[in-house]
């Protein structure tokens, strides 16, 4: 049976309530989390029921409650053999979590955060990201110069499967760079991953969450599911081919 996953930006607590139930619907093996408030994580553990990982970016406020630490988390009902993480871009929010400007948006620490699990004697390395944000989607200075650090990390996996939210379209420069290295597995007939109702500007037709892999590693019924947060939901089956 298929390791069964499930990636998707929450938008910090906006939607708090959806991603739960989405979650709990779900009932994946591994679910990676963009956008998550350090505070939201004992709802989100208790909808995965499962072991989790978070790692901070920067701080920012959160519900008019004053400050909280926001990131990236990965949450698994099967047990973490092995895990880390690894930043680029900026400092390590590790020995110092940084206040988000949001003058400058593209200038927080970015994460790769890991996980290896195995299901049914097969054994999968997770990672986890919220890549480089930039104005209008085409990249930048900042962004380029993290995406060949995270090309560096990358190296470090012999097998992996990547998710996240990359904030670079399928199509323009920085996805082409990902996809000349690595297999992309949203559908081709997807044309975004934007949800138009719940995200603050509208319909925007454009694919900038992914699911990437290695040789050897095999992706099948992909879905893309709105109603869960700006961002849609994927949700996908991950098997090895040998």
């Not at 009932?27 to 989790?52: H, I, M, P, R």
């Not at 996809?179 to 719940?198: C, H, K, M, R, S």
Request: with cysteine; proline share 5%; hydrophobic share 40%.
């Amino acid at each position: 049976m298929a390791l069964k996953l499930v990636c998707v930006n929450i938008e910090g607590s906006r939607h708090l309530d959806k991603v739960v139930s989405f979650l709990k619907q779900e009932s994946a093996d591994v679910v990676l989390l963009q956008e998550v408030f350090e505070s939201d994580l004992a709802k989100l553990q208790e909808a995965t029921a499962g072991n989790f990982k978070f790692y901070p970016m920067c701080q920012k406020s959160y519900a008019k409650k004053g400050q909280d630490n926001w990131g990236i988390a990965l949450l698994s009902r099967l047990p973490f053999e092995d895990m880390g993480e690894n930043y680029y871009g900026l400092t390590d929010p590790l020995v110092k979590v940084p206040p988000y400007d949001q003058n400058t948006p593209g200038e927080v620490s970015k994460v790769v955060g890991w996980i290896k699990v195995t299901k049914e004697g097969r054994q999968f390395t997770i990672l986890n990201t919220h890549f480089t944000w930039t104005p209008n989607g085409w990249p930048n200075d900042r962004q380029l110069s993290d995406l060949h650090e995270l090309f560096g990390i990358l190296t470090k996996f012999p097998e992996f499967i990547l998710c996240g939210d990359f904030n670079a379209p399928r199509g323009r420069p920085v996805w082409t760079e990902i996809v000349d290295l690595y297999q992309d597995n949203i559908p081709a007939e997807v044309t975004t991953t934007i949800d138009g109702e719940l995200h603050l500007k509208g319909d925007l037709q454009l694919v900038v969450d992914g699911i990437f892999t290695t040789p050897g590693v095999k992706v099948s019924d992909v879905r893309v599911v709105s109603g869960v947060s700006d961002h849609c939901g994927l949700v996908a089956d991950i098997s090895k081919e040998f």
